[in-house]
């Protein structure tokens, strides 16, 4: 058995029709809303990766800094540093040992003795061979 069915204007299938409208315009409104979301989400995703990368060059520049730090602490720490700012700053030396203190450099080079410089007359090689030669004086 076939049954074939006539809806007129007025009945169901207008109705249908308004409906499908509706959910249409419900999915395009829940699909706009959600690409938003996502771009949103996508937006501060990318804020919260550059602000990582940042952090982590930041945590970088300080570990090295702090490498640096404990390699200046040993050296400050060590019997050879400590005997040197003795030594250097305070003028303490050790048992038996003679200080010679010397005059800034200035006093020192106005101390110095004076040389005289000869002069040395330099001749080109054709005359040193003329010279030898005893063809020219």
Known sequence: MRHNYRFNQGGKKGVSK??????????????????????????KIQKVNLEVAFREEELKKLKEEQDELKIKL???????????????????????????????????IKLLPVVEEEVVEIKPNWQKWATLFGLYE
């Open 18 to 43: 308004a409906q499908n409208r509706i959910v249409t315009l419900l999915l395009i409104i829940f699909f706009m809303l959600f690409i938003s979301s996502l771009s949103q989400t996508s937006k």
């Open 74 to 108: 040993e050296e400050i720490t060590s019997q050879e540093y400590i005997e040197r700012q003795l030594r250097n700053e305070l003028g303490l030396t050790k048992e038996n040992e003679i200080v010679l203190v010397l005059p800034p450099d200035e006093i020192l």
